[in-house]
């Protein structure tokens, strides 16, 4: 298909890197379902949780099961929220105070909107329900209590008893006694999340009132999400949290669900063009091929990758230098594509990646330590002290590495270990959060990549630390720290230019 023309100043080309900012017709045209969503979908659930770091797809996932729930049944109650807005206001040290103020928050937003959705309300607790949606601006007031409320005065002794924040729980517990369930989709619970006690406690105790509200209302459905390394944080810390671990899903992409991904990103702007039909045409039948073909009309393929003539699939080479993150994926892509454009490319090619990869890696590097420093305040020192320092080790050489520039420099603290940490808990720390990546090498000359997630135990055990395998800091990374021994053909043309 030589003859299809592909806009790489189209800011849609790829989607948005956000999902919930994305318009609706460009989200549908590539939403990928993933399995969790059936469980989401599952009304005998009462809570579920995306467990998942920023950018691997919790915000689309809890978007896909919101869109879901409204295609399956468009009269059905599902409120989608945030944490940020729901949060409650309070300053206080006290956990069963933290729960009843979440609690309140939750079920007051339930009240507000099935009070929305009544129409003529005869019992009290359809008209408490009506009235408090009134009172809060949700809906409209209705001719009576307009007539009521301007009637009332100290000459007319007119009362109206309002529903109160203690009985709302038993007003909702009767109203929706089987009745059909209400979701609530809460996102970005621990957004701008701190490791400090006031932050802890109010993030355990959410979790907490969403339980007992699911367990006192079973018809309240909840589903929201929460970074691992928060997760771990505050579990650590408060017991009642171990209920939550079995409404937990965590969220990985394998490199086959990074392809399709990428593949429904191209469709959906072939879609959005008028021109899909036209291209479905000229693809194969069997998805996986197809998706493949879909990716290399945009992309050149295979691409020089790893050394030694190497080349890889482009597909392969994305998903490496995106760290399985969709969020980063998207964001490669689309500067890539700017970069093709300047030089009227027809595909996106190797050096089109290449020549965007150090100021990548410097927002990669932004993005690790916001997101960790919660973890381990030093995390900016600790990563800086690779600069101009090599990218591969043996463990024994990144031992020594870590006890020359970081152990014996930097002041570390790491939740979760009593003291200083020493050499094998800081190369742990680092293999958790993928700035270094397990490499095992093959006597074909073959290689395979190791994450954290296919093997946490690395580093544990004091007599088989490494399991034979080697070290590399993450390709992401690379340029923006300068690196040294730069062994493929695409840094050595880097290095060269600089």
Same mark, same amino acid.
């Given at each position: 298909?030589? %003859? /299809?023309?592909?806009?790489?100043?189209?800011?849609? =080309?790829f989607?948005?890197?956000?999902?919930?900012?994305?318009?609706?017709?460009?989200?549908?045209a590539?939403?990928l379902?993933?399995?969790?969503?059936?469980?989401?979908?599952?009304?005998?659930?009462?809570?579920?949780?995306?467990r998942?770091?920023?950018?691997?797809?919790?915000?689309?996932?809890?978007?896909?099961v919101?869109?879901? !729930?409204?295609?399956?049944?468009?009269?059905?109650?599902?409120?989608?929220?945030?944490?940020?807005?729901?949060?409650?206001?309070c300053d206080?040290?006290?956990?069963d105070f933290?729960?009843?103020?979440?609690?309140?928050?939750? =079920?007051? !937003?339930? +009240?507000?909107?099935?009070?929305?959705?009544?129409?003529?309300?005869?019992t009290d607790? +359809?008209?408490?329900?009506?009235e408090?949606a009134? =009172?809060?601006?949700?809906?409209?007031?209705?001719?009576?209590?307009?007539?009521?409320?301007?009637?009332?005065?100290?000459?007319?002794?007119i009362?109206?008893?309002?529903?109160?924040?203690?009985?709302?729980e038993q007003?909702?517990?009767?109203?929706?006694?089987?009745?059909?369930?209400?979701? /609530?989709?809460?996102?970005?619970?621990?957004?701008?999340?701190?490791?400090?006690?006031? %932050?802890?406690?109010?993030? +355990?105790?959410?979790?907490?009132?969403?339980?007992?509200?699911?367990?006192?209302?079973? #018809?309240?459905?909840?589903?929201?999400?929460?970074?691992p390394?928060?997760?771990?944080?505050i579990? @650590?810390?408060f017991?009642a949290?171990?209920?939550?671990?079995?409404?937990?899903?965590?969220?990985?992409?394998?490199?086959?669900?990074?392809t399709?991904l990428?593949?429904?990103?191209?469709?959906?702007?072939?879609?959005?063009?008028?021109?899909?039909?036209?291209?479905?045409?000229? /693809?194969?039948?069997? !998805?996986? *091929?197809?998706?493949?073909?879909?990716?290399?009309?945009?992309?050149?393929?295979?691409?020089?990758?790893?050394?030694?003539?190497?080349?890889?699939?482009a597909?392969?080479i /994305?998903?490496?230098?995106?760290?399985g @993150?969709?969020?980063?994926?998207?964001? !490669?892509?689309?500067?890539?594509?700017?970069?093709?454009?300047?030089?009227?490319?027809?595909?996106?090619?190797?050096?089109?990646?290449?020549?965007?990869?150090?100021?990548?890696?410097?927002?990669?590097?932004?993005?690790?330590?916001?997101?960790?420093?919660?973890?381990?305040?030093?995390?900016?020192?600790?990563?800086t002290a690779?600069?101009?320092?090599? #990218?591969?080790?043996?463990?024994?050489?990144?031992?020594? *590495?870590?006890?020359?520039?970081?152990?014996n420099?930097?002041?570390?603290?790491?939740?979760?270990?009593?003291?200083?940490?020493?050499?094998?808990?800081?190369?742990?720390? =680092?293999?958790?959060i993928?700035?270094?990546?397990?490499?095992?090498?093959?006597?074909?000359?073959? %290689?395979?990549h190791?994450?954290?997630?296919?093997?946490?135990?690395?580093?544990?055990?004091?007599?088989?630390?490494?399991?034979? *395998?080697?070290w590399e800091?993450?390709?992401?990374?690379?340029?923006?720290?300068?690196?040294?021994?730069?062994?493929?053909?695409?840094?050595?043309?880097?290095?060269?230019?600089?």
């Amino acid at each position: 298909m030589e %003859y /299809l023309e592909v806009d790489y100043t189209d800011k849609s =080309l790829f989607g948005s890197d956000i999902a919930d900012t994305e318009s609706d017709e460009v989200f549908a045209a590539y939403a990928l379902e993933r399995p969790e969503v059936k469980e989401f979908l599952d009304g005998s659930n009462p809570i579920q949780v995306v467990r998942a770091y920023k950018g691997e797809g919790k915000s689309a996932l809890l978007r896909i099961v919101k869109n879901n !729930l409204l295609e399956r049944a468009p009269n059905s109650i599902v409120i989608n929220t945030t944490g940020v807005d729901l949060s409650p206001a309070c300053d206080s040290s006290d956990s069963d105070f933290w729960t009843r103020e979440w609690k309140k928050k939750i =079920l007051h !937003l339930a +009240a507000n909107e099935i009070g929305k959705r009544i129409g003529w309300a005869f019992t009290d607790d +359809a008209i408490s329900l009506v009235e408090e949606a009134e =009172l809060n601006g949700f809906k409209e007031r209705s001719f009576v209590s307009s007539i009521v409320d301007r009637l009332q005065s100290s000459k007319v002794p007119i009362q109206r008893t309002r529903i109160t924040q203690e009985d709302r729980e038993q007003t909702l517990k009767r109203w929706l006694h089987k009745k059909e369930p209400i979701w /609530l989709i809460i996102d970005d619970v621990d957004q701008n999340f701190v490791n400090t006690d006031r %932050y802890k406690l109010k993030i +355990a105790a959410y979790f907490t009132a969403c339980r007992q509200i699911v367990t006192a209302i079973p #018809e309240l459905k909840i589903r929201t999400c929460v970074r691992p390394n928060v997760w771990k944080i505050i579990k @650590r810390e408060f017991e009642a949290l171990s209920h939550i671990e079995q409404f937990m899903q965590d969220l990985t992409w394998t490199p086959d669900q990074i392809t399709e991904l990428l593949a429904k990103r191209v469709q959906g702007y072939f879609e959005r063009k008028g021109t899909w039909k036209e291209v479905k045409k000229h /693809l194969p039948d069997a !998805l996986d *091929v197809r998706n493949k073909r879909l990716i290399y009309l945009v992309f050149d393929s295979p691409m020089a990758w790893g050394g030694n003539n190497r080349k890889r699939p482009a597909e392969i080479i /994305l998903n490496s230098l995106s760290r399985g @993150r969709p969020r980063w994926l998207v964001e !490669l892509c689309t500067i890539s594509a700017e970069t093709a454009f300047k030089r009227k490319a027809n595909r996106i090619s190797i050096d089109d990646i290449i020549n965007e990869l150090e100021e990548f890696g410097k927002r990669r590097i932004d993005d690790t330590i916001a997101e960790f420093s919660s973890q381990c305040p030093a995390i900016e020192e600790i990563l800086t002290a690779f600069s101009q320092q090599n #990218e591969r080790y043996q463990t024994d050489e990144l031992m020594q *590495v870590i006890g020359n520039h970081i152990e014996n420099k930097i002041t570390i603290k790491i939740f979760g270990i009593l003291g200083a940490p020493n050499k094998r808990e800081i190369a742990h720390f =680092l293999y958790q959060i993928g700035f270094i990546t397990a490499r095992r090498d093959f006597d074909n000359g073959e %290689y395979k990549h190791i994450s954290f997630v296919e093997q946490p135990d690395l580093f544990k055990s004091r007599l088989n630390i490494d399991d034979g *395998v080697s070290w590399e800091i993450h390709p992401v990374f690379r340029q923006a720290l300068k690196l040294k021994n730069v062994e493929t053909k695409q840094q050595k043309k880097w290095a060269q230019r600089k």
